[in-house]
């Protein structure tokens, strides 16, 4: 799998494009921005929950990327994971600069319940096709237990720690620990089998 | 630390979920698993491509990209531009 989108036959893959914008071309990054803008936005959307402050960080986020290409490295993982890093790390960290993180806060725990579903809704709309990425992802992820999805979500979503999230959900410290270890690896594994089938 | 525990350590570790006191064990572990640890560590990022991957595209508008490639073509690579205060 040379991306994790749908490819015209010939199109280049996302190392070629990282090696473009490496060497300085600009049109490289143009179409990886075609190819990836709607996954980052949707990322950054979900983190900091504002729209015109989404549309600004994915200008950064990439900005960023053209700038920072020369450490990107093949042999160390896929252009996507390194962009979804950067891009996650960039979201949390203007969300907890801009000190909306309390207000997430005090939406969370409004509906902390609701909070795993309104991940894996997203995927089981009718508008999108079996086969599809997202719809494997989601069935990854929905195949394991709310509960786990839930500190899954507050750890990866919102950055909290596990402290922070014994807090907010006022479940054990130990407890928020176990769910995340058996949660992740199920997930890891669940992908695991995924790439070996492809 | 047991191999099978450096592993469920480097899954929190990706998303940031280490407390900062199991941070340090698994500093040490790292360098104990060497190469193998390292690998474990980068496939774990995979799990960031999944959870991004499980969200519906949001799209951004044309505008934003024009902008953008318009600030790239003025400024090259590598200038960021300076920050306001």
């Known amino acids: 799998m040379t991306s994790a989108v749908d490819l015209e036959p010939g199109a280049p893959s996302d190392v070629d494009l990282m090696l473009g914008i490496q060497s300085g071309d600009a049109d ?27 549309d600004d960080l994915l200008q950064e986020v990439f900005m960023e ?3 920072q290409a020369k450490n990107f490295a093949a042999e160390k993982g896929k252009p996507l994971g390194w962009m979804v890093t950067l891009t996650r790390r960039r979201a949390i960290d203007a969300l907890r600069k801009k000190q909306a993180y309390a207000r997430a806060e005090e939406r969370l725990q409004a509906q902390p319940e609701q909070q795993p579903l309104a991940w894996v809704q997203n995927a089981t709309e009718n508008d999108i096709e079996a086969g599809d990425t997202r719809v494997l992802m989601a069935k990854v992820i929905n195949s394991i237990p709310e509960a786990q999805q839930q500190v899954i979500e507050l750890a990866f979503f919102q950055g909290m720690s596990q ?22 690896k199920k997930i890891y594994d669940s992908l695991k089998e995924l790439r070996d089938e492809f | 630390m047991s191999f099978e525990e450096f592993q469920n350590c480097a899954r929190l570790y990706v998303i940031g979920a280490l407390e900062p006191e199991e941070l ?49 073509r003025e400024r090259g690579q590598g200038q960021s531009r300076p920050r306001s205060a």
């Open chain 1, 163 to 184: 402290r922070e999230i014994a807090s907010h959900t006022n479940i054990p410290l130990g407890t928020v620990k176990t769910r995340l270890e058996l949660g992740l």
């Open chain 1, 28 to 54: 490289a990054l143009s179409q990886l921005y075609d190819r990836y803008n709607g996954i980052m936005r949707a990322l950054i959307l979900r983190i900091i929950h504002n729209e015109t402050e989404t």
């Open chain 2, 24 to 72: 340090q064990d698994f500093a040490a572990a790292r360098k104990q698993y060497g190469s193998a640890g390292e690998d474990f560590i980068n496939q774990c990022y995979g799990l960031h491509e999944a959870f991004a991957l499980s969200l519906k595209p949001a799209k951004a508008s044309n505008a934003i990209k024009d902008k953008l490639m318009s600030m790239v």
């Open chain 1, 65 to 67: 990327i053209w700038n």
